[in-house]
């Protein structure tokens, strides 16, 4: 009893970001243990790939070491799926739900971890962010299952017509990538139903709730918030290239846009290029790709989605904000400015650190999969990104990584879940002394 009161008391006194880990922790290993159960499975899977597959559900990323649809029985799909919501929406936004469900005052500790949990810079309103994500969520999810059962019954009956656009309407929303078949969305790779449901569902998950809310309150473009207006335009823009340029070096590439119809090249283009920053699931081989392609989709992974989305990545609003600044030093002016509005100090600062702890992250992570695994550097960096961004593509290296390899990209997926801030402010000590130093400069370049 002593002990339990200790434990209660210690997890009291945690900073949110604590609290925050602890818990998304719990969750891996509650789904690890569930999942290893004979009721889950269909075969014999280790610990470790439960726990794998457990991470990769829970961070929302897609990367999968066994079949999800031949591995998993519905019971063991419906946990990865359960895995997935939470992961997804947020593990405070449904402790919410309930806090107000059973009719319990939301305390400041609360809002403070809901407040982390969205990545917002206050915590004015975030109860109400938190009422509206939930309510967006389950419409949204609610018709893109409809029309993809629409598309899908007639096809396959209405159970595993409707099952399947029940499994991937809440995976493509949560940007998981999970899919119940082996070559995820390949046999429809010119199918404009699926691929415009399936895109859309991750483009307003990853596009972030903020940004969301803005649009359904603001009237015009010029009364949104310039987090908005930057995400919009940015994932306009970010979209467009991206699709153009896998539309070009994929062109002639026979193992995947090669042997397909002009129509099918350019919606497999259109698709990949939506997917690559966050999703997972694709149209076509991602280990067909070539050289220059998978360098390209680097790029896109480790930008990922936006902030408060359901997405990883450095997050596109945090490559502007260092973009942004870099432009503004070459034009030798002191502030970031766009849209009439000045960029603070305060947010390139946190932008640069977002950016140089991911690139520690990754670099130490391809460091070590270049010692342990049988592969090419191309294929690791592939897949070091992937988890980072929490994508879940795979040019083929996912089942054959070795025990130090699943480790390693599980700890990768956890942190590009969290964010590395998240993990930082857990660790460091506030440094609340007043002392100023005089100024004296560092010669750099």
Known sequence: MMMRNKFVLRF?????????????LALIFIGAALLKIPLATTQSITLLDA??????????????????????????????????????????????????????????????????????????????????????????????????????????GWQAGAYASFFHSISAFNNAGFSIWS????????????????????????????????????????????????MLIG??????????????????????????????????????????????????????????????????????????????????????VITLAVFTFLRGKSDPVIYGRTIRKHIVLKALAITIISIMIVYFTIFVLVLTENASFIEITFEVLSAFGTVGLSMGLTGDLSTMGRIAIIFVMFLGKLGPLTLAFSLAQPDRSNIRYPNEDLYTG
Do not use: C
Request: net charge positive; proline share 2%; hydrophobic share 55%.
């Open 235 to 320: 994932t306009i823009a970010i979209n467009i290239i991206a699709m153009f340029t896998f539309f070009i070096l994929e062109y002639h590439n026979p193992q995947t846009l090669g042997n397909l119809s002009l129509g099918d090249k350019l919606w497999g283009s259109y698709f990949q290029a939506v997917t690559t920053r966050t999703a997972g699931f694709n149209s076509v081989d991602i280990g067909g790709i070539g050289i220059d392609t998978a360098f390209f989709m680097f790029v896109l992974m480790f930008i990922g989605a936006g902030s408060t989305s359901t997405g990883g990545g450095i997050k596109l609003t945090t490559a502007f």
């Open 183 to 230: 070559n995820s969305l390949m046999d429809y790779v010119g199918d404009p139903v699926v691929n415009i449901v399936i895109s859309f569902l991750f483009i307003f998950g990853g596009i972030g709730f903020t940004v969301l809310n803005d649009l359904i309150r603001s009237k015009s473009f010029r009364e949104m918030a310039l987090h908005s207006k930057v």
């Open 51 to 156: 726990l794998f597959t457990a991470t990769s559900a829970m961070t929302v990323t897609g990367l999968v070491v066994v079949d999800t649809g031949q591995a998993f029985t519905l019971f063991g799909q419906l946990i990865i799926l359960s895995l997935i919501q939470l992961g997804g929406l947020g593990i405070m936004t449904f402790a919410v739900l309930i806090f107000m469900a059973l009719g319990r005052r939301i305390g400041m500790k609360h809002r403070l971890l809901v407040q982390q949990a969205t990545n917002q810079s206050s915590i004015g309103g975030v109860i109400n962010l938190v009422k509206n994500i939930l309510i967006f969520s389950l419409v949204v999810e609610t018709i893109g299952f409809i029309i993809l059962a629409a598309r899908w019954v007639p096809d396959m």
């Open 12 to 24: 009291i006194k945690l900073s949110p970001p604590q609290v925050l880990i602890f818990v998304f």
